[in-house]
């Protein structure tokens, strides 16, 4: 049950975290449309992951714009690229602020992104993070005709698993939380910190925030999310053979990594003391079991679209099979029927 004990009555200070490297063509309209906003930030972390355009000059000369304008600016220049999850990790620890919002170098806020997030973290003092949909723009700023959740095919009963008994539920499957759009609570930071190099930043931060019952999401569009050739991440409708390739799993480079994310996503539920399925099921077999569980009980819901189940079962099948590659072994697919026949049977599952 989420929290909404009062707080303290003061404003909360509004922090900024964006990171860039080689930003140069995108990066004034997005700096732009953070000192535009209709409440005013407080304070704004800017880290160059050792750019060699003119991405550190374009920063150094909005810091000293933004100071101008009284706005607390902090300018971090890598002497080394560090990648995107480091180079978040390392900025978000330099944040002082009380909410900070997560910023890529290529977007653009609408202007009452802080004003329409600060609500709900006042409202709920539980909530650690808080992310939304966003509308999609080409390279030239254009509207695309969908948006981000429409794109990736987030069903509406799928966002609703994070405000369900087990908000895990919502993720184990795939990360719905796309960094660009997450405003945090700073006190999360210090749950979630250190970052694992297998994980992206948001979908870290997403995990460890629906494991302490404070995960949420804001329907609205509250940023321009520009898709371009040059995207580190981007939102594409994939193939099934996109998806097959993308889990990596014929090569020793790609079963590691996977190994490696399922080894600190069962550690971190371990420690959590998260319970996911029937004792039988342990580890990466217990996590099998959920998936399948609480994606099958989704599937049940009248306003599923079954076109949406079949895409969305490819999905399940393959998650279960690289769990499988990464430990499970033949116990895996074993769990997750399992769980399909208790699902059929209509029992309850583990909470």
Known sequence: MRSSAPGSTSAPRVGVVLCAFNGERHLATQLDSILGQTRSVDEIVLADDASTDATAAILAAFAQRARRQGVSVLLLENQRTLGCVQNFAAALQRATADIILLCDQDDRWHPTRVQDCLGPFAADHSLLLLHADARLVDATGTVMSASLFDTLRIHPAEISLERSALPVDALLLRNVVTGATCALRRELLALAMPMPSAWLH????????????????????????RQHAGNHIGARRETLLQRIRRLDLLSREGRARMQQRFAVLDQTLQRQGVCLAPPRWTGLQAI??????????LYRQAEVE?????HDLTRLIGRVVAASWAG????????????????????????
């Open 328 to 351: 499970a072994g033949w116990r895996g697919p074993c769990a997750a029927l399992h769980a399909a026949a208790l699902v059929a049977l209509r029992r309850r599952l583990p909470a």
């Open 202 to 225: 948001d979908e870290w931060l997403a995990l460890i925030a629906a494991l302490h019952g404070g995960l949420d999401v804001q329907r609205a569009a509250s940023i321009d999310y």
């Open 306 to 310: 079954w076109r949406w189940v079949l």
């Open 288 to 297: 099998c079991w959920r998936m399948a569980a609480s994606r099958l009980l």
